[in-house]
């Protein structure tokens, strides 16, 4: 039973992976809007029977729960298909994209304790895209004015303590995990909210 339950969720999210693929920013289109209802309908069709197997095989993890969120942000919050200008329907869609990878991460985490593996969902982030190209430019800058050996040893650790003193702080303060979010949310991937971040490493 717990089998056919992981071989389900694996296909569900891999399929609800796919469609955020479809619907990233950098590749939205209006006319996407009719063919991406269908395959949220076909996924929100068969959720019911996959939450009650959950709730049957794992009870005792949240993989119940997220299932069920997802359910109904399938179920109850698609957007409304008849917004007046295109800007809106792209901008309606966009909200609707950031709550479903929330679900999906949710549900990736959840579906951990029975050994499923799915891929983080990695949005097209121009400001991160920036972000790293400043720091690039950064470090060259300071490569190139600080001269000594040593200086540039004290920079580098100063740098990875920095990164290391916030990435533990995430670990140990869920409130210095909001904070640090708050600060970087506009470079940071959907996932990172709970692993270590590539920046740290």
């Avoid at 909200?95 to 990736?108: F, P, V």
């Avoid at 708050?182 to 692993?195: I, L, S, T």
Wanted: proline share 5%; net charge positive.
């Amino acid at each position: 039973m717990t089998q056919v339950l992981a071989a389900d969720s694996r296909f569900l999210a891999l399929e609800l992976y796919r469609i955020l693929k479809d619907i990233d920013a950098a590749r939205w289109r209006n006319d996407l809007e009719t063919a991406v209802r269908e395959r949220l309908a076909r996924l929100e069709a068969n959720m019911p029977h996959l939450v009650v197997r959950a709730q049957q095989t794992a009870p005792h993890t949240d993989l119940p729960n997220r299932l069920a969120a997802l359910s109904e942000l399938l179920r109850d919050r698609v957007p409304h298909p008849h917004w007046p200008t295109h800007e809106e329907v792209a901008s309606k869609w966009a909200e609707y994209r950031a709550q479903l990878i929330t679900a999906y991460e949710d549900l990736a985490r959840s579906l951990r304790t029975i050994s499923v593996h799915v891929p983080s969902v990695r949005p097209t982030n121009y400001a991160r895209n920036i972000f790293h190209v400043a720091t690039a430019g950064l470090s060259v800058a300071l490569i190139a004015l600080v001269s000594s050996r040593g200086g540039l040893i004290a920079l580098a650790a100063f740098f990875a303590a920095s990164a290391w003193t916030m990435e533990t702080s995430r670990r140990f303060s869920p409130r210095a995990n909001e904070f640090l979010l708050r600060v970087f949310g506009k470079v940071a991937h959907p996932h990172e909210r709970f692993h270590v971040n590539s920046a740290t490493w």
